[in-house]
């Protein structure tokens, strides 16, 4: 059974950064669409940042210009550098592979980030 296994959350202050980091459990990553996304308490997931197996990304407004993604398909490892954090950016950051219409997607079970004021 394919995993995507999320860490690096945590409890920081305005202004500050956090890594995330999601790992996956089978060589799912060359064929996917690799991405984060969070949610917060009372609102539905959001999509935070999306790479192709080609490297291009894809930023919620929100986060341009703060938040970089990355992906190593050699590790199977996925990456959000998180710089300038806000209090709005609280939330559980899911890691996610999306491998087409023809499989179902690939959710980690999340890692907690809580930024306070």
């Known amino acids: 059974q394919v995993q995507l296994v999320e860490s690096g959350g945590g409890f920081v202050q305005t202004g500050q950064s956090l890594k995330l980091t999601c790992v996956g459990s089978?060589?799912?990553?060359?064929?996917?669409?690799m991405g984060w996304y969070r949610q917060a308490p009372g609102q539905q997931r959001e999509m935070v940042a999306r790479m192709t197996n080609g490297h291009r990304t894809m930023y919620a407004d929100s986060v341009k210009g703060r938040f970089s993604i990355f992906r190593d398909d050699e590790k199977r490892t996925l990456y959000l550098d998180m710089y300038d954090l806000k209090p709005e950016d609280t939330g559980l950051y899911y890691c996610n592979a999306d491998r087409g219409p023809r499989y179902p997607a690939v959710w980690g079970a999340g890692t907690q980030v809580v930024v306070s004021s």
């Open positions: 089978e060589d799912i990553f060359r064929i996917s669409v």
